[in-house]
C-alpha cells in the first residue's frame, strides 16, 4: 500500500488592489506572477474625477492605471471611495480573500479594513515604523539616509502604524532622487506582493508589532521645504536637492529673490572665493549663478 505524500496543494488567492501609479503596477503585476487572481482593482482616478468627467478621461486621455487595468484584464471597481457603500457592494461581488494597498491616501474605516478574511494590507516604501507617512521617498534621502525599504502591514485606525507581516530593506544609491527611490522601492513592493501572498496562503505569516520607541511620522512636503540653504555642506546640499526631484522645483533666496535650482553642480572651493561670506553670491551672469556654500562652490543654471 502507498503512502499519501502530505504535499501542500497552493491555493489562488483572490486579491483585491487598491492604489496608485507605480504601486498599483507593482502589486497587481506581483500578484498575477505570482499565480494568484486579482479580481478587481480600485483606481486613484475614481476618487479624483466626477463618473462624466473620467468617462472622457477613459476615452480622450486614459492614465497609466487605467492603460494598466486594460492589460491586465483586472476589473475596474466602480466606487468613489473605499469607504464608500458603493466600495462593499463591489467588494462583496467580488468576494477576494485580501485586500492589497498601495500609495492610497485615504484613512481607511475599520469596517473596511476587516471586510477580507485574510485582511487589509498596506504596502508602505520605508522601513517602518520609519518614516511613516506622506512621501518617505523625500525624508529618507534628505536625512542621508543609505538604507530605506518597504513594509507590508496590516492596515488599523492610524496610519502605518498595523502590525507588520513582510518587511525587506532597499539601498539608497548616492545619485539617487526621491523618483528613482520611488521605482526601486515599487520594484522590490512587485516581488515581495507575491512572497506575501504566498505565505498568507500557507499561513506562514506572524505580525509583528511595530517598534514605537523608533517611530517617526513625516508630513506632506509643503513650500518651505523646497527651499535650499546653500549656507550648509556639500552633502546636504546634495541631499535636498535630489530629494525633491523630479516632483518639485528645488529653490533658493538671495536676498529678495528666488531663484529655481534648473540643473547644478559643486565646484571646489579656491583661494579666491575662500574669504567670501557663506551662502553669498560669487558669480552671476545671464545663465548661471555661483553660490559660496559652506565646504564649496554650487553653481546653478538659472
Known sequence: MRCKKNKHRKKMLRVLVVGYDKMLNALISGSVYSGHKVVGALRCDRVNYSKFTLF???????????????????????????????????????????????????????????LPKLGCINCHPSLLPRHRGAN????????????????????????????ILLQEAVTIDDDMTAGDLR??????????????????????????????????????IEFKDTIVDLRKSK????NHIRALRPW???????????????AHRFLALNDKYASASIGSKVFENNKIIIIRALDCLVEITK
Not at 525624508?139 to 502604524?161: P, R
Not at 538671495?254 to 535650482?261: A, E, V
Request: net charge negative.
Open 56 to 114: 472622457l478621461k477613459d476615452i480622450f486621455a486614459p492614465s497609466h492605471d487605467y492603460s494598466l487595468l486594460k492589460a491586465f484584464g483586472v476589473y475596474d471597481i466602480k466606487a468613489p471611495s473605499i469607504n464608500s457603500e458603493e466600495f462593499v457592494k463591489e467588494f462583496k461581488k467580488l468576494e477576494p480573500d485580501v485586500i492589497l494597498v498601495g500609495s492610497w491616501a485615504e484613512r481607511i474605516r475599520a469596517d473596511i479594513a476587516s
Open 248 to 262: 518639485y522645483m528645488p529653490i533658493f533666496r538671495l536676498n529678495s529673490r528666488k531663484i529655481d535650482i534648473k
Open 136 to 163: 518617505p521617498y523625500f525624508q529618507a534621502i534628505f536625512s542621508g539616509e543609505d538604507l530605506t525599504g518597504v513594509t507590508f502591514h496590516y492596515v488599523n485606525e492610524k496610519f502605518d502604524c498595523g502590525d
Open 235 to 238: 552633502k546636504d546640499i546634495h
Open 183 to 220: 521605482n526601486r522601492c515599487s520594484k522590490f513592493a512587485q516581488g515581495l506582493a507575491g512572497e506575501l501572498l504566498n505565505k498568507l496562503e500557507r499561513g506562514e505569516i506572524v505580525p509583528q508589532k511595530q517598534d514605537e520607541s523608533r517611530a517617526t511620522y513625516e508630513k506632506q
